[in-house]
């Protein structure tokens, strides 16, 4: 049973970092594909980028690309670093597991976190 569950999220001024963890409680995320979206108020969920099971490839969106890194460790834990943060950038974050088709897509992913609360001040 996967169960994502993501921290790290908080307050913190533009140009500042987070870092966000989503480890998986039940501990069979090492197999899948991992990704982060996130979600302002009255927008859709956005995909932000994605890592595959063995960590060689990850993918990003062009607003994350440069500012946010994702990565995963050997055992079930996904990370999310977020340099030079905007307020723009402020949202709930989710992480999802095990994709099976486009990353990019909310639909294409099977679980899901209860997300974590960014938000960037000016």
């Known amino acids: 049973q996967v169960q994502l569950v993501e921290s790290g999220g908080g307050l913190v001024q533009a140009g500042g970092s987070l870092r966000l963890s989503c480890t998986d409680a039940?501990?069979?995320?090492?197999?899948?594909?991992m990704g982060w979206f996130r979600q302002a108020p009255g927008k859709e969920r956005e995909f932000l980028a994605a890592?595959?099971?063995?960590?060689?490839?990850t993918f990003y969106t062009d607003s994350a690309k440069g500012r946010f890194t994702i990565s995963r460790d050997n055992a079930d834990t996904v990370y999310l670093q977020m340099n030079s943060l905007k307020p723009e950038d402020t949202a709930v974050y989710y992480c999802?597991?095990?994709?099976?088709?486009?990353?990019?897509?909310?639909?294409?992913?099977?679980?899901w976190g209860q997300g974590t609360q960014v938000t960037v001040s000016s």
């Open positions: 039940g501990r069979t995320v090492g197999t899948y594909p």
């Open positions: 999802a597991a095990d994709s099976d088709g486009d990353y990019t897509m909310p639909m294409s992913w099977q679980f």
């Open positions: 890592i595959t099971s063995s960590g060689s490839s």
